[in-house]
T-cell receptor, first 116, second 113 residues
Framework: DSGVTQTPKHLITATGQRVTLRCSPRSGDLSVYWYQQSLDQGLQFLIQYYNGEERAKGNILERFSAQQFPDLHSELNLSSLELGDSALYFC???????????????FGEGSRLTVL | AQTVTQSQPEMSVQEAETVTLSCTYDTSESDYYLFWYKQPPSRQMILVIRQEAYKQQNATENRFSVNFQKAAKSFSLKISDSQLGDAAMYFCAYWWANSKLTFGKGITLSVRP
């Protein structure tokens, strides 16, 4: 068990809908990362938050947004869903303290999103 | 931009044998970290091994070891005495100074009993 909790584990929805994925990082971790894993694109970095602030942005679509709350949990919001958004969405966390972050991430089990 | 390339999509190994998974990367940095992550059918990403670029000695974790060639920008994973539980997808990843962790596309390893 990595200590990172993601909900829901599975989600099936229709095109055009909006969903929210939730992540609770390991106790003490300040950084939260979101990754999208699809068959054709592999693991794509979406966005990172550190202690409530956006830290880095990757290949995140404008229809997607995220935030990290004061209790450090994070939510990834996906709207106007398309068939191509079907993927496994991972949340990961790290120690994230300046100077001590060695890049090791602790991953949740992922949220499998299916858009029909 | 940093890139990570895993050119082999699939490999197969006989149980108890040794297999090597290849990875190359591109970077202009001199100090960075490289990782191999394992993703079993349970789909959770698990760290297998980590290598600091400033260390010349290759990292080893039990049956897992790496061959790190900094000049060639090559980072391969060797699995010795392969076990059925090693069957999984393996991702090579690169990280530098609080930047994002960049993954290769992964390789599916199957283990034949």
């Amino acid at each position: 068990d990595s200590g990172v909790t993601q909900t829901p584990k599975h989600l099936i929805t229709a095109t055009g809908q909006r969903v929210t994925l939730r992540c609770s990082p390991r106790s003490g971790d300040l950084s939260v990362y979101w990754y999208q894993q699809s068959l054709d694109q592999g693991l794509q970095f979406l966005i990172q938050y550190y202690n409530g602030e956006e830290r880095a942005k990757g290949n995140i679509l404008e229809r997607f947004s995220a935030q990290q709350f004061p209790d450090l949990h994070s939510e990834l919001n996906l709207s106007s869903l398309e068939l191509g958004d079907s993927a496994l969405y991972f949340c990961a966390s790290s120690v994230g303290l300046a100077g001590s972050n060695t890049g090791e991430l602790f991953f949740g089990e992922g949220s499998r999103l299916t858009v029909l | 931009a940093q890139t990570v390339t895993q050119s082999q999509p699939e490999m197969s190994v006989q149980e108890a044998e040794t297999v090597t998974l290849s990875c190359t990367y591109d970077t202009s940095e001199s100090d960075y970290y490289l990782f191999w992550y394992k993703q079993p059918p349970s789909r959770q990403m698990i760290l297998v091994i980590r290598q600091e670029a400033y260390k010349q000695q290759n990292a080893t974790e039990n049956r897992f070891s790496v061959n790190f060639q900094k000049a060639a920008k090559s980072f391969s994973l060797k699995i010795s005495d392969s076990q059925l539980g090693d069957a999984a997808m393996y991702f090579c990843a690169y990280w530098w100074a609080n930047s994002k962790l960049t993954f290769g596309k992964g390789i599916t390893l199957s283990v034949r009993p």
